[in-house]
């Protein structure tokens, strides 16, 4: 699967813990995983339903900017994530990128570092805005 590459591709170019690309395509399911890559001993969010994506603060933000939002420090960032994100999963940094087909939010990748604050820097966030844009391209041409 060409998405299960990008987001080991990401990992490993980015060195962050977790990455995951989310698609609003499957009835039924608010923005599901479509691919995950994880580093050794950390948790994956493929399976949990149990964080209402569209209610946060961070989807919100994402949705109105429509732009990379990078967050070096989950505990002070504004918009916060979810409280699980960091409780259940460890997240403690985080970079969120929205996925666009023809102007509408389709999807969202997830960069996130654990276990502590992390400075992102601006070659980190070029490979997730290099991924992205191949993301794009991917569903495009399936879509």
């Not at 964080?51 to 990379?68: C, G, L, N, Q, V």
């Not at 999807?107 to 070659?123: A, I, K, N, Q």
Request: charged share 25%.
């Amino acid at each position: 699967m060409a998405f299960r590459a990008l987001t080991a591709e990401l990992l490993k170019r980015t060195g962050a813990s977790r990455t995951t690309l989310r698609i609003d395509d499957t009835p039924g399911q608010v923005f599901p995983v479509k691919a995950e890559a994880l580093a050794q001993g950390i948790n994956s969010i493929a399976g949990d339903n149990t964080i209402p994506i569209r209610a946060s603060a961070t989807f919100k933000w994402m949705d109105r900017e429509r732009r990379i939002l990078v967050q070096e420090d989950l505990l002070t960032a504004d918009p916060a994530p979810a409280v699980d994100l960091m409780e259940r999963y460890g997240g403690r940094a985080q970079m969120l990128a929205p996925v666009e087909v023809e102007g509408e939010l389709v999807g969202l990748v997830s960069v996130h570092y654990v276990p502590g604050p992390r400075t992102w820097t601006d070659e980190e966030v070029g490979v997730l805005e290099e991924v992205l844009a191949r993301i794009r391209r991917e569903l495009g041409e399936s879509g």
